[in-house]
């Protein structure tokens, strides 16, 4: 009896080790976005952090820069940015616009500081939102350990809802909470175009 118990406790010790693991978010590494005419593209470097002691340091803070692809093949820097790295940007065709989309916010619940969805012109904030002001019903939301889920794109979607997250020729940026609420973006300012509830 003693030796079972030790079994399925060493076998529940592995299991919720294995269940923290894969519910940990992805290391944050250098990514690059291309607009989608593949005449411009962004690259996001994410923070370098050093352990000092106990404490870890930043010696780099993240950044970003736009370039566009010139006829001879020389790349212009169009402009940068600093202070955050994000998983999920999507650029305009010119490279004057940018999208952050914030995926997997840390807790169970929307909350105001967590990044819904922002909106950049030459690397200048315009407007954004948090996920408690764009999902309209908590209570749809899907928490993990660590995270939660508030796009409808992360969980079973409809057969006929695209769940890609696109910035369209006209810049205008959907997306589909998983409350059902879908919102149209004008990327150029960050205003809502429309909203369609369930």
């Not at 609420?181 to 909203?195: L, N, P, R």
């Given at each position: 009896?003693?030796?079972?118990?030790?079994?399925?406790?060493?076998?529940?010790?592995?299991?919720?080790?294995?269940?923290?693991?894969?519910?940990?978010?992805?290391?944050?590494?250098?990514?690059?976005?291309?607009?989608?005419?593949?005449?411009?593209?962004?690259?996001?470097?994410p923070a370098k952090r050093v352990r000092r002691g106990r404490r870890l340091q930043t010696v780099r803070e993240a950044f970003g820069a736009a370039y566009r692809v010139e006829d001879d093949g020389q790349l212009?820097?169009?402009?940068?940015?600093?202070?955050?790295?994000?998983?999920?940007?999507?650029?305009?065709?010119?490279?004057?616009?940018?999208?952050?989309?914030?995926?997997?916010?840390?807790?169970?619940?929307?909350?105001?500081?967590?990044?819904?969805?922002?909106?950049?012109?030459?690397?200048?904030?315009?407007?954004?939102?948090?996920?408690?002001?764009?999902?309209?019903?908590?209570?749809?939301?899907?928490?993990?350990?660590?995270?939660?889920?508030?796009?409808?794109?992360?969980?079973?979607?409809?057969?006929?809802?695209?769940?890609?997250?696109?910035?369209?020729?006209?810049?205008?940026?959907?997306?589909?909470?998983?409350?059902?609420?879908?919102?149209?973006?004008?990327?150029?300012?960050?205003?809502?175009?429309?909203?369609?509830?369930?």
């Amino acid at each position: 009896m003693k030796v079972i118990l030790r079994v399925n406790v060493i076998l529940g010790l592995i299991l919720c080790c294995q269940a923290g693991w894969a519910d940990s978010e992805a290391p944050a590494e250098p990514i690059v976005t291309v607009s989608e005419n593949r005449r411009c593209f962004f690259k996001m470097i994410p923070a370098k952090r050093v352990r000092r002691g106990r404490r870890l340091q930043t010696v780099r803070e993240a950044f970003g820069a736009a370039y566009r692809v010139e006829d001879d093949g020389q790349l212009t820097e169009l402009w940068k940015t600093s202070g955050w790295y994000n998983f999920e940007v999507l650029l305009s065709n010119d490279g004057k616009y940018l999208v952050r989309v914030g995926s997997h916010p840390a807790g169970s619940r929307p909350e105001a500081k967590d990044l819904g969805v922002a909106f950049y012109k030459n690397g200048q904030l315009l407007k954004s939102y948090s996920t408690a002001e764009l999902v309209k019903d908590p209570r749809k939301v899907m928490a993990t350990a660590s995270h939660y889920m508030w796009l409808a794109r992360d969980v079973a979607a409809e057969p006929d809802f695209d769940s890609e997250l696109r910035l369209e020729w006209e810049n205008v940026f959907r997306l589909k909470t998983i409350d059902g609420v879908a919102y149209e973006f004008d990327a150029t300012t960050g205003q809502i175009k429309g909203t369609r509830k369930p």
